[in-house]
């Protein structure tokens, strides 16, 4: 096979198959696809004769030559994926208390020394029996959080009661008599809630996925189709005497109309869907930084700020779908518009005027969406109704 004179594009990532471009093909319109991913795709639509390109819709007939990509030694790197900025209260830079000169960072934090430690000043306490009873965590900056403001001791209780951290001394007077338990056993059952928030993530992050890919391959199925109709009506036109000529365009009119308001509607929900799937991927990375924390109280309190930033009533609900599951039917005919043109050549005026106000009622009526304006408004959105074209 030969190869193409095109470089590679930036974007690594075939929108086929989701994943690093393998043989890399760039079809007429720019787009770079998996060889055997395009080719595949181009399969369906060999008995139409029309062929569209997955990414921007354009166009093609007759099927274009696939050939590979030349690599191109002089072009800039290519892009790496998105990475999300980490979760917000997750880690602050600390250095060792006991560093003399240049600070070391610090490694370690002693919840009975309140002090931290680098790798060098934290071996005493593991070394030394005097040290044997004090309790030493990873450092996350946050010392000062894991202490208790009312008795200044390291907290190491969980009152459910109260849904907080407290110490020991707290369970005296401001925690008496509640539901108390130790931050080990709190964190072992939010860990189990934050378990099942996240597969729930991942879960729909995935359906999202389906479902975008699914949406373009119906809008490409039923441009194909007008495009096919456009092109028989205009062979049936061109046989009628002049005087016909504005109900062909009329016509051409109509084809178009159903076509882009199916398709407007649905590039406004493709849109929607990558958004969706963008904000869940950047909570699912937010879920994960929090399930790799080591220290239990660093972690509940990273569980409260998730919760409440998240706007989430119970940690197990899984956020709602910002729109329903899109139906684009792509076996569309219009096939009735291809015969009514070329009952026009025969009938002409009179028939022309009753079929095309047949025609004009098939134009589906758009469905109003308000767009969310916030974070908020986005994570609440309410499912719309599903899409009929038909």
């Not at 450092?139 to 109260?162: A, M, N, V, W």
């Not at 130790?182 to 996925?209: D, G, H």
């Not at 890919?213 to 189709?225: A, G, P, Y």
């Amino acid at each position: 096979m030969a190869e193409s004179s095109f470089p590679l594009p930036e974007e690594t990532y075939c929108s086929l198959c989701m994943e690093t471009v393998r043989d890399p093909v760039t079809i007429p319109c720019g787009d770079t696809y998996c060889l055997e991913c395009i080719k595949i795709y181009w399969d369906q639509f060999e008995h139409m004769g029309v062929f569209s390109c997955p990414q921007c819709r354009a166009t093609f007939t007759p099927r274009p030559a696939l050939r590979r990509n030349l690599p191109d030694v002089n072009r800039e790197p290519r892009r790496q994926p998105q990475e999300f900025p980490p979760f917000p209260y997750m880690h602050r830079e600390s250095f060792c208390d006991f560093c003399v000169g240049h600070r070391k960072k610090a490694v370690k934090s002693c919840l009975m020394c309140l002090a931290y430690y680098c790798e060098t000043h934290v071996k005493p306490h593991y070394e030394s029996s005097t040290f044997k009873r004090h309790k030493l965590v990873d450092e996350t900056g946050h010392l000062d959080r894991k202490i208790c403001p009312q008795h200044e001791k390291g907290l190491e209780l969980f009152c459910r009661s109260d849904q907080m951290c407290i110490c020991v001394l707290c369970t005296v007077r401001e925690h008496r008599s509640h539901n108390i338990t130790s931050a080990e056993e709190e964190r072992i059952e939010k860990q189990k809630v934050l378990v099942v928030t996240q597969s729930e993530v991942q879960y729909i992050i995935q359906e999202r996925m389906k479902e975008l890919q699914e949406l373009k391959h119906n809008v490409d199925v039923l441009k194909s189709s007008a495009q096919r109709a456009q092109t028989e009506s205009d062979k049936a036109f061109h046989e009628m005497l002049q005087a016909v000529e504005r109900w062909k365009a009329e016509i051409n009119q109509m084809i178009m109309a159903n076509m882009q308001a199916a398709m407007s509607q649905a590039e406004g929900y493709v849109d929607r869907l990558e958004q969706e799937i963008l904000e869940l991927q950047r909570r699912d990375a937010e879920l994960r930084q929090i399930l790799e924390t080591e220290d239990n109280i660093h972690f509940l309190q990273l569980v409260s700020y998730f919760a409440a930033e998240q706007n989430f009533p119970t940690l197990c609900v899984p956020p709602e779908a910002m729109v329903p599951k899109v139906l684009i039917n792509p076996q569309f005919s219009f096939g009735e518009m291809s015969k009514t043109a070329a009952e026009m050549k025969e009938h002409v005026d009179d028939i022309c005027k009753k079929e095309l106000s047949k025609i004009s009622k098939t134009v589906p009526s758009r469905v109003d969406f308000q767009e969310p304006k916030t974070r908020t408004d986005f994570l609440k959105c309410e499912p719309l109704q599903c899409l009929s074209l038909l």
